[in-house]
């Protein structure tokens, strides 16, 4: 396990995961970025126009346009590092390109919660817009999220965690499967996947 891919909708907990996995001086390559990237080189508010800018890519370059610009990145860590955590896959054509270029070597983590959890921690970090600032809500985002193919994604997922617990619970069933692989699937807040 060379390279971990983090799916989940916004305010799952795939940010935690990132933070957890940069603690463990593991490199981080964030989806969002790239996208946050191309929307300021496009002139555009990444605030207000990520998501347009999300799905011209995926109409413009292929669905899999974002990870095909991720894997430079991907690629150069692994020169210097055992691994790399991929935050924030959107679709199952995304997971085919990293499963193509990485094969066993990579793996899925599907970051799970229910939508009053979610909304709950987005709203308690104030990153949660509404259309009335401009912004999209979470039941939009969500939509875009899953237009993308997100669901199929999650379905995909070698270890799922259900992050309904403490942050604490969440960030050491993180750090144990960042250590220890995929043996630590033993955690109760682990579940091997069954793809």
């Not at 959890?117 to 949660?128: I, P, T, V």
């Amino acid at each position: 396990m060379r390279v971990i891919g983090t799916v989940g909708l916004p305010g799952s907990g795939k940010g935690e995961a990132a933070t957890v996995a940069s603690e463990l001086d593991i490199p981080v390559v964030t989806m969002g970025d790239v996208v946050r990237a191309e929307t300021e080189a496009r002139g555009l508010d990444p605030y207000t126009d990520h998501g347009a800018v999300a799905k011209a890519l995926r109409e413009e370059d292929g669905l899999d346009a974002i990870a095909t610009r991720s894997l430079p990145m991907i690629e150069s860590y692994l020169e210097s590092y055992d691994r790399v955590l991929v935050d924030g896959l959107r679709s199952d054509t995304e997971v085919e390109a990293f499963e193509e270029r990485f094969g066993d070597e990579f793996v899925l983590l599907s970051v799970e919660a229910p939508f009053d959890l979610r909304a709950e921690r987005l709203s308690g970090r104030g990153r949660d817009a509404t259309e009335a600032d401009g912004g999209e809500g979470l039941r939009e985002r969500d939509e875009r999220e899953r237009g993308f193919g997100m669901d199929d994604a999650m379905d995909r997922a070698d270890v799922r965690i259900e992050n309904t617990g403490t942050l604490e619970g969440f960030r050491e069933a993180i750090r144990s499967l960042l250590t220890e692989g995929l043996d630590a699937v033993e955690n109760t807040q682990l579940v091997k996947g069954e793809r």
